[in-house]
Each structure stands twice: as C-alpha cells, then as structure tokens.
C-alpha cells in the first residue's frame, strides 16, 4: 500500500493545524506549572467546557467568533473561581495533592457536563467553510484559520508575557515567588490570573476544535494526556519548547495515521513521552542542562 | 518604629528563633552580628513575612504584622535585600527594577524619577540595564539588589549580608550605600558578618547567639571593646 | 505498646468474623457487594505499598489489575477443564512481567514524571486491548465460564455465593497479613524512608533503585491477584477495567482511606463504594458528581484520609 506524496503533504498541514490547537492549550499548562507547581488534571476538561460553552452560544447566536470570546471568557472567569476557592488552599503542601484535587475537579467537571448538556456530541459550525486551493489539493479553510488563530492568540501572550505591564509580574513570580511577593507583587493574585488565563486558552482551543471534531465529553481525558505529553516532552515550564513539542507530537500522530487507525495512532505520542523521559527527561527542545 | 518581641519561629520542626527582640527606630541603623547558623537571616525572613513565627509579635509603626503577607509588608514600607540577593535571572536589570514600581499609587512621573535617581547612584547599572540580570557580575547583583529595593521608596531596609563574597573595593561601595541610605533617613536593620563594617556604619548592634539575643550594646562601646566581640563570635 | 498492638488484632478479628457471616446473613446482592469490596480493597491495598509507603503515585494499577484479570480469563479459555489455581498463576504471572516493566520506569523517573507515565501505560494498554479484538474480544471483552474451587485433597466442587465470598476473604486476608508483615519489616522500613526523604536514603546508602523495583512488583502482583479474583467472581473480562478511570478510583480509595495504613485504602473502598450505591439511587449516573466534590473536599479539608481522621479523633 503505497502512501501516495499528497496523503503526506495533507498529513503535514493537518499536523501542524492540530499542533496549533494543542500549542494553545499546552501553553496554558506550562504557563500554570512553571508558576505555581500545579499539574492541572482538569485542563482537558476545560477545553470540554469551552467546546460546550461555545456551542450553546453559537446555538443561540450563530455567530462563531462571539462564542469563541464567550467561551474564552467565561471559563477564564470559572478558572479564577476554582483556583482560588479548590487550589490555593493547596499551595505549599504536598504536590500530590493538587494532582488529585485536580483529578477530581476533572471528574464532576466531565460528569456535570453530561448532566447538563447530554451525552451526544454537538457540533459547531465553522465560520468560513469551502476549500483552499492548493496547486491540484483542496485544503479547508478553515483548518488554515485555526492555526492561524491559535498562533495569534499564542503570540498575544507572549507579547503580553514580554512587554505588557502585568508580564513582568508574571515572569517575576515564576521565576522566584518569595522575592516577587517581596517586592510587592502580590502573588495570590497573579496566580489566579495565570489560571484564568490558562483556562481561557483552553476554552479558547475547545472552540476552536469544534468543527474539527466535536465536541463531547471525552475530548476532555484526551486533550488532558497529549497537553501533559507536550509539556514534558516540551520542557516543563517552557513555553516556546510546548509550542514546538504540540507541533513535533502532533505530526508524529498525523503520519501515524496513515498506517494505522487514529485509535492506534495515539500511542506515538506516548512512546515519544517515554523515550523523552528516559533520554532526555528535562525536554526534547531544551538545552541540556549543564 | 520596628520592633521584635520575644519572636520563635520554626523551620518544621527545628526551633531556630528562641525569643528573640529587637528594636529598630526610624531612621537607625541597626547591626545583627553572630556566627553562621545562629538564626539571623532568619530574623529577617520573619519581620519580611517570608516565615511565619509561631509565637511572639512582630509590630511595625504600631500595628502588628507577624504572619502578614510579604507583598502586604512591602507595601507598609519594608524592603528586604535577601543574602543570596535572589535577582530575577531572566529579568533584564530595568525589569527587575520595575518590579518595585507597579505599586498602586505610583505614577509614570515618579517611576521616572525613582530610576533615574537609581541610575545616577548606581552608573554600572545604567550601563547594563538592558541586559539580564543573571549576566551580572556577583557585586552588580549586589547593588541591583539593593537599587531593586530602593524602588519600593521604603522606610526601612533588611539588609542580609550585604557583603558575603564581594571584593574588598566592592565592600567599600557598600558601605558608602549604607551611609547614603542612613542619610536620606532610611532605617536599616543589617545582618553581617563582616565586623568592622557593621561597627562603623551602625549606631547599635545586636549580637545572636544559638537563636537568641546575647548581648545588646551601642556600636561606640564595641568599637571601643573588643572582648565581647572576641567572646561571641571568635574573631 | 502492647495493649495497642492487642486492640488492634481484636478489632481484626471482629471485623474478620463480621465478613465471615456476612453472607449468611445478607441478601444476594450486598453479599455480591461486600465481596466486591473486598476485592477492590486488594487492589486498593496493594496501590498503597506504593503511593502510602514508597511515596511513588501510580495512576496505572488498572494495568496490573486488568492483565490479572485478562491472563486469568485467558487460563480459563484455554485449559480445560477450567482450573483456578492455573488461572491464579496466570494472572500473577502477567501482573509480574508488565511490573517489572514498570519498575524499570519507577527507578529512572521520579514523582509526577512518574505518575503521568504510569497514566500513559494506563492508556496505551486499554488502546491495545481495545482494538486487538482477535485476541482480546475488544470492546466486548471475554466472557467465560467460573472454575470449580478445588483444593486437592481438601475440597472439589463449583463455587456457591459463600464460599466464593468465603475464598475471596481468605485470599484478601492473607494477602493483608502478608503486606502488614511487609510493611513492618525492615524492608518496609526502607520503603518509607525513600518516601520521607529519598535523598537521604540514598546517601545513607540503600539501593534505592533496588527497593523500588521490588516495592512496584509486589504492588503489581497484588493488583493482579485482585484482577484474577474479580475475573472469577464475573466470569468476564473487558477492556473498561484497564481503563485510566479505575486506576483514578484506586487512588481515591487510597486518599480517602488514607494513605500508608494498609487498611486505611479497604476502608476507602468501602466508602467509596457505599456512596457509590448510595447516592446513585439519587443521582442515577451522575453519583460521580457529589462523589468527586466530596473527595475533593476530602483532599484540601481532610487529607489524612478517614482512617487518619479517626485516629487523631481517637488520640484525643
């Protein structure tokens, strides 16, 4: 069975538009494990949330890119809710702690999300439909869209990070949060924010999704396992190396997918994460520490 | 203005702070001298918030502020220069400067002004300010440490070992920043172990011992004295 | 010392007779219940030497659990006439080989890189046994049919709703007597120092690696043991047991009990499982939803677990 050259080209272009979607997603994780130590057991299920919560307002409103900020918003807002109320309690005990009151946040979150909305999957409609016409290949473009907003969005919060006033707050309490809280930073705070902000990226790519493929309840595990692949095989902590590694992962998982079911085509992901974790634990995309 | 009354505190289980009380009143300079171990960059950590004690008060312009948060006390007016000066590595030198100038009721003007009085005193960090802060050599660390703290504009500044590892020129830079310190009117409560330097830039000093304060005394007797010094701490 | 050690077997062998009546007294379907309970409690239990006394947090029991139980379904299909012990060896002979794999992982990656590998096996195990229908019967599983419990020499007939239960407390109980020997052994010893303070342990000189390895084999093979015996209680096999969700479970049972008590995990179990059947004659299929706010008030307000609680209440 020969794999003809456009099935890879198409395979290339689908992994770096999944690899988007994952980047933005696996950016707010690393972003709220390299400031506050938390391992977000519950990331995928907000991406789920965002996925619903979007839906039910294009249901309503049918325009795409008021459910995209709706989302975004009010799952930053349940974000900053659950940090401060389940997660800040934690801060400074065990870290297994905060995996499993993370676990099982992640458990009433998919369990409530089939109480309210159902347990069948529902569908959101891409803004821009029909093909984009690649020398004789058609490519949706909406797919081209995606990634172009994930990386928009990706690239906004590096600005931020870099230059905007709050970044230096941000960097400051990754970097060192006693010394930050020192200078008057009043870390608490930045702590939920850089959950909030986590959380809205993460809706933000369950919206994203949408069109691509579904939304249910499941969706959420999953995003949750490749989110915390990236972010190991990316560098914990490490923003530019997630990017990359949710792109590296993500066409891993697309050519994959051209020998063996999408089902199967997973475990390249998670062989990845274990020949990362044996070789190179510290992350493929950095430096080796000296 | 600062005071610390019978404080104890922990580190888990260890008893470091086994009652310990000090004074500072505005505008001192106050010397903490003791071997290493004997808890005094403890002391510290406990006025700035970073731990908590678990028993005694520590009162700052009256109010009470054990177990407060350190963002809290920054903003009351305390600054502390940590002993591993705890620069943020990956922030540039104006970066870290600006961490101390997002303070509510600080406006453009005045960030201005406190950088470029930071500037003027510390030329060094003029030059660098675009590179990060990591890059910088053990005394310019140093100094942005201190330039870093002076950007909360405070009333009183921690001062944890201010000249651990420096060269004897830079030694004598920080003991001309002391004293510029002193004469703008911040008070300065100054964890040492360099004697003749802590003795000619404070007024008092409290010498520690195993946790506790053993023995208080204007620096002018201790200049004049040397036997306690020898006593407590061997030099 | 010595009158709480005596109050402690006393209280065992209370508890011990109680489950020993139990199915004599109870109707059908909580006789079915307490034995499962006890088998989770196993697997629980055997989660514990891990999590409670290593210090290393795996989310991936639901793999030893699920190959026990597979290799025991594969023993009972294949060798006729179906015989118990083979499918108990089996089992524990599968549980071992997939630990020892795991163990080699346990030694090379610490704390959360750790856990989230033993979620990925989790993981890639259920995609493999999902999708290799020929062997595994996929999303179906296997369905067979329960050997006669047969003790050469002692015993030979098919298993009633007693002495299965009976067999599966046995079994349990032992299995505990053996962990709590463990446990408190020097071995166990060693296996706490690594979680208090690993460092440490390992500039005193213990081979850390070493004790490590033989900690995930013996959790392992426990895990399996309790797979075989779920797998002899339903006579089936299916892939939603290797599924991460179980593993979750067990480490809940394991936090809510509380960790590194050996019994604390059974309790866990127990409890969890009571508010399982409680709540869902409320809730239907949603149980999960108060089930998994109260283990997450369980872990910020009471992270000692129910057994930790109790005892401080008690040393009051």
Same mark, same amino acid.
């Given at each position: 069975m020969a794999i003809g050259f456009e099935q890879i080209l198409i395979q290339t272009v689908n992994g770096i538009v999944n690899g988007m979607i994952l980047a933005l997603v696996a950016s707010g994780l690393t972003l709220i494990f390299g400031i506050m130590d938390v391992v977000n057991f519950a990331h995928g299920d907000l991406v789920m949330l965002g996925g619903f919560v979007g839906a039910v307002t294009i249901a309503s409103t049918g325009n795409f890119w008021l459910a995209l900020l709706v989302a975004a918003v009010v799952i930053a807002v349940f974000g900053a809710v659950l940090q401060a109320t389940t997660l800040r309690p934690l801060i400074g005990r065990d870290p297994l702690q905060t995996i499993l009151a993370t676990f099982g946040i992640s458990l009433v979150l998919q369990k409530y999300a089939i109480w309210q909305w159902g347990p069948s999957a529902r569908r959101i409609q891409e803004p821009l439909s029909g093909n984009f016409a690649f020398f004789y290949l058609q490519y949706p473009w909406y797919r081209i869209l995606t990634a172009l907003l994930a990386t928009a969005i990706i690239g906004a919060l590096y600005l931020f990070l870099r230059y905007g006033k709050y970044g230096i707050w941000i960097r400051a309490t990754t970097q060192d949060r006693v010394m930050a809280q020192a200078m008057g930073i009043p870390v608490p705070l930045v702590h939920t924010a850089v959950f909030a902000i986590g959380a809205g990226m993460a809706a933000a790519s369950g919206v994203l999704f949408g069109p691509l493929g579904g939304v249910t309840q499941n969706i959420g595990l999953d995003f949750t396992l490749r989110a915390f692949i990236v972010v190991v095989v990316g560098g914990m902590g490490n923003l530019g190396g997630s990017i990359l590694a949710s792109i590296f992962i993500s066409l891993l998982e697309a050519y994959a997918a051209l020998i063996v079911s999408p089902a199967q085509a997973v475990i390249v992901s998670f062989v990845a994460l274990i020949l990362t974790l044996l070789f190179r634990p510290t992350g493929l995309f950095v430096p080796t520490p000296k | 203005m600062l005071a610390l009354d019978n404080v104890h505190t922990y580190y888990g289980k260890s008893h470091i702070l086994h009652g310990v009380s000090i004074e500072v009143q505005p505008g001192e300079v106050v010397g903490l001298l003791g071997r290493n171990g004997v808890g005094k960059s403890t002391t510290l950590k406990t006025v700035m918030g970073v731990v908590r004690p678990s028993e005694g008060g520590v009162v700052f312009e009256g109010r009470q502020i054990g177990g407060m948060a350190p963002h809290h006390l920054a903003h009351l007016g305390i600054a502390w220069v940590p002993e591993d000066r705890r620069i943020f590595r990956l922030l540039t030198v104006m970066e870290n400067l600006r961490t101390g100038l997002e303070r509510p009721g600080v406006t453009e003007a005045k960030r201005k002004e406190l950088l470029d009085k930071v500037y003027v005193s510390f030329p060094v960090l003029a030059e660098r300010r675009a590179q990060a802060g990591g890059t910088l050599s053990g005394g310019e660390q140093q100094m942005l440490a201190i330039a870093r703290a002076m950007m909360l504009e405070p009333k009183i500044i921690l001062l944890d070992e201010p000249t651990e590892g420096l060269m004897p020129r830079m030694v004598g830079q920080i003991s001309q920043i002391i004293r510029t310190l002193h004469e703008e009117g911040v008070a300065i409560l100054l964890v040492e172990q360099n004697v003749p330097l802590t003795l000619e830039a404070s007024s008092r000093v409290y010498i520690m011992e195993k946790g506790v304060v053993r023995h208080h005394a204007p620096a002018a007797d201790l200049r004049a004295n040397h036997a306690i010094i020898h006593q407590y701490l061997g030099i | 010392m010595r009158r709480s050690v005596t109050s402690y077997w006393v209280g065992f062998a209370i508890i011990l007779a109680l489950l020993a009546i139990a199915p004599l007294l109870l109707p059908e379907f909580w006789r079915r219940f307490v034995t499962e309970i006890l088998i989770w409690g196993l697997l629980a239990m055997s989660s514990d030497i891990l999590i409670g006394y290593t210090g290393m947090v795996s989310f991936g029991h639901s793999v030893f659990f699920g190959l026990g139980m597979y290799c025991a379904a594969a023993a009972l299909l294949t &060798?006729? %006439? %179906?015989?118990l012990w083979i499918a108990v060896l089996y089992g524990l002979a599968g549980a071992l080989a997939v630990s020892l794999f795991v163990a080699y992982f346990a030694t090379r990656l610490r704390d959360i890189y750790f856990s989230i590998t033993t979620l990925v096996f989790s993981q890639i195990f259920y995609v493999v046994i999902f999708t290799w229908t020929d062997v595994t019967g996929g999303e179906n599983g296997l369905a067979f049919s329960q050997p006669p419990l047969s003790i050469p020499g002692i015993w030979s007939g098919r298993f009633t709703g007693e002495t299965l239960h009976w067999f599966v407390l046995a079994v349990v109980t032992v299995s505990f007597l053996i962990l709590r020997r463990v446990t408190q052994s020097p071995f166990g010893m060693v296996l706490q120092a690594i979680r208090e303070n690993e460092p440490r342990a390992r500039a005193i000189g213990y081979p850390v690696e070493r004790y490590k390895i033989v900690a995930v084999m013996l959790s392992g093979l426990f895990a399996g043991l309790a797979g075989v015996l779920y797998a002899v209680q339903n006579k089936f096999a299916a892939p939603d047991f290797v599924f991460f969700i179980v593993s979750g479970e067990v480490v809940i049972f394991n936090v809510m009990g509380g960790v590194? &008590?050996?019994v604390g995990p059974v309790v866990g179990a127990a409890f969890f499982l009571l508010l399982r059947e409680g709540l869902s004659r409320y809730? &239907?299929? *949603? *149980?999960l939803i108060p089930v998994g706010i109260i283990f997450t008030a369980m872990v910020i307000f009471m992270p000692q677990g129910l057994l930790g609680f109790a005892r401080r209440r008690l040393n009051q």
């Open positions: - | - | &060798t006729k %006439p %179906p015989n590194g &008590t050996l809730f &239907t299929e *949603y *149980y």
